[in-house]
């Protein structure tokens, strides 16, 4: 059976990992979370003190950041791996969600993980989710998906998410944050956040994560 790319961008915390990830499990898939790599390379950023006005050390700091995931088969989980250490749990935090759009709107930042990513969609075979597989990594997949979801909705779906890992944030701060994000990623000169014409919108705000699994999985059987 021939094999597709399926890409799902959109806006922060509306849910697109979690989709992502169960479909590409429905269809024996590929999952590449390709936000998590943009805040495995922020958190190396932060470690190393790597100043953003400084193309020279970005460079440097590119060359020597090697990110890898595995899969946790009891957990059901991809982790992020960054330069083979266990980083799934510390790019979650906060701290990293406060700095990633910053660091992820440079262009060579950029450049490097999407030049990887399209090394990893080769054999294709694959389920991508982020702000611009759509439109840059993959313009030619056979499936995307543009989600959103209401601004409240996806506060209260990140709390949760952050509650379940131990971190208490009031939702005000993390409302604050995802409309912070969702500005920069909109509004940046290298490869903004934007819905590709192709794409089949899916505001996701009603709906169950059944509900939306089985809809991106149905689509992407009509393309198989
Ligand atoms: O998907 P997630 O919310 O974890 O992504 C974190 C951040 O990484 C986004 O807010 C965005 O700034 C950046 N990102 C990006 N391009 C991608 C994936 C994520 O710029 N393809």
Do not use: W
């Not at 990594?137 to 909705?153: G, H, N, R, Y």
């Amino acid at each position: 059976m021939p094999k597709i790319i399926v890409a799902i961008d959109g806006y922060s915390s509306c849910g697109k990992s979690t989709t992502a990830k169960q479909v590409a499990q429905q269809l024996n898939y590929a999952y590449i979370d390709t936000g998590a790599m943009y805040r495995a390379v922020t958190l190396f950023f932060i470690q190393n003190h790597i100043s953003v006005s400084n193309p020279r050390e970005i460079q440097k700091a590119l060359s020597d950041i090697h990110i890898t995931f595995r899969r946790h088969k009891e957990k059901g989980t991809n982790d992020t791996f960054l330069n083979g250490l266990y980083v799934e749990d510390e790019i979650r935090k906060m701290y990293v969600s406060e700095q990633v759009s910053t660091i992820s709107a440079i262009a060579d930042v950029r450049h490097a993980l999407v030049a990887q990513q399209q090394r990893m969609g080769k054999s294709r075979g694959i389920v991508m989710d982020g702000r611009d597989i759509g439109t840059v990594v993959f313009p030619q997949a056979e499936l995307k998906i543009f989600m959103t979801a209401d601004p409240m909705i996806r506060a209260q779906r990140r709390q949760l998410e952050l509650l379940e890992k131990g971190e208490l944030i009031g939702i005000a701060e993390i409302a604050d944050n995802l409309k912070k994000r969702d500005h920069i990623d909109t509004t940046r000169a290298e490869s903004p956040l934007r819905q590709a014409e192709d794409a089949v919108y899916i505001d996701n705000s009603m709906m169950t994560l059944d509900e939306q699994v089985e809809m991106v999985v149905r689509l992407a059987d009509e393309q198989i």
